[in-house]
Nanobody, 115 residues
Framework: VQLVESGGGLVQPGGSLRLSCVASGFTFSTYHMSWYRQAPGKERELVATITSAGTTTYYADAVKGRFTISRNNGKNTVALQMNSLKPEDTAVYYC?????????WGQGTQVTVSS
């Protein structure tokens, strides 16, 4: 099983980034997919979730209206479009796959929002 994130980097406040996660080794279309983040000294927190068929999404209040999660079951990918980024969005972002309590994690990608 592999989840490989990409797309992180340094961006100025107000800017945008698009994170991508490519999955392999499991039946991607049967798993709910999420993005989590962990800032220094803080616990890992859920950012956004999309159900296996892509019909329902959930967002943390802190990112609602700014971030959009999407998936492509034909390509085994999930993305997180992040707009209007704020310094408090700085964190390592992790891709997660979940089904019935079975969890897979990526290695994470660093997002830094700073002027």
């Amino acid at each position: 099983v592999q989840l490989v994130e990409s797309g992180g980097g340094l961006v100025q406040p107000g800017g945008s980034l698009r994170l991508s996660c490519v999955a392999s080794g499991f039946t991607f279309s049967t798993y709910h997919m999420s993005w989590y983040r962990q800032a220094p000294g803080k616990e890992r927190e859920l950012v956004a979730t999309i159900t296996s068929a892509g019909t329902t999404t959930y967002y943390a209040d802190a990112v609602k209206g700014r971030f959009t999660i999407s998936r492509n079951n034909g390509k085994n990918t999930v993305a997180l479009q992040m707009n209007s980024l704020k310094p408090e969005d700085t964190a390592v972002y992790y891709c997660n796959a979940n089904r019935g309590g079975r969890n897979y994690w990526g290695q994470g990608t660093q997002v830094t929002v700073s002027s």
